[in-house]
T-cell receptor
Framework: GAGVSQSPSNKVTEKGKDVELRCDPI?????LYWYRQSLGQGLEFLIYFQGNSAPDKSGLPSDRFSAERTGGSVSTLTIQRTQQEDSAVYLCASSNPQGDGYTFGSGTRLTVV | QKEVEQDPGPLSVPEGAIVSLNCTYS??????FMWYRQYSRKGPELLMY????GNKEDGRFTAQVDKSSKYISLFIRDSQPSDSATYLCAMSAVSGTSYGKLTFGQGTILTVHP
């Protein structure tokens, strides 16, 4: 596709439920990133996939968060047993093998009630 | 202390003004420096990308990197109301724990009024 596509664009869920957020990166981009942006805050790194290498999960805030990337393309971020503090915009980005410039999707706005 | 510090503003300027946005950082391994613009309810959009020290100009935008001072700047000339957005600096390293991922500043909210 022309850009990074994320779905859903908005998600409201009840506390304690699991949610899945999807990211479809730009074709040919080997690197994929998930970030979280809370109200009035900068972007917080969550996880980074690069080709077939083991992902860098160092930014995941708890074991309720996990992500996978199937076939080196689409990625899914899963949050289990959601809490109110998980409410944020979850942004996905991808980059080419040179890593010079990251293209972001429009994000998924998650609200936990 | 955060690795990247950015004054959140908000910054309000009249149309046509020169805007200066800045970030400081503490990680000497950072080699790639970027500026992103983010409109409300949109993802960040890459504006400028520089490697190591120096200046880069693109239209009304100029990015400067001073690695000796660990200080980067973005200048916007002849600012327009359409420049009103949040501006985020971001950086990454070529090795070490920061390799491959971007570390962002908090973002500066800019409003250009007619």
């Amino acid at each position: 596709g022309a850009g990074v596509s994320q779905s859903p664009s908005n998600k409201v869920t009840e506390k304690g439920k699991d949610v899945e957020l999807r990211c479809d990166p730009i074709s040919g981009h080997t690197a994929l990133y998930w970030y979280r942006q809370s109200l009035g805050q900068g972007l917080e790194f969550l996880i980074y996939f690069q080709g077939n290498s083991a992902p860098d999960k160092s930014g995941l805030p708890s074991d309720r968060f996990s992500a996978e990337r199937t076939g080196g393309s689409v990625s899914t971020l899963t949050i289990q047993r959601t809490q109110q503090e998980d409410s944020a915009v979850y942004l996905c980005a991808s980059s080419n093998p040179q890593g010079d410039g990251y293209t972001f999707g429009s994000g998924t706005r998650l609200t936990v009630v | 202390q955060k690795e990247v510090e950015q004054d959140p503003g908000p910054l309000s300027v009249p149309e046509g003004a020169i805007v200066s946005l800045n970030c400081t950082y503490s990680n000497s391994a950072f080699q790639y420096f970027m500026w992103y613009r983010q409109y409300s309810r949109k993802g960040p959009e890459l504006l400028m990308y520089t490697y190591s020290s120096g200046n880069k100009e693109d239209g009304r935008f100029t990015a400067q990197v001073d690695k000796s001072s660990k200080y980067i700047s973005l200048f916007i000339r002849d600012s327009q109301p359409s420049d009103s957005a949040t501006y985020l600096c971001a950086m990454s390293a070529v090795s070490g724990t920061s390799y491959g991922k971007l570390t962002f500043g908090q973002g500066t909210i800019l409003t250009v009024h007619p």
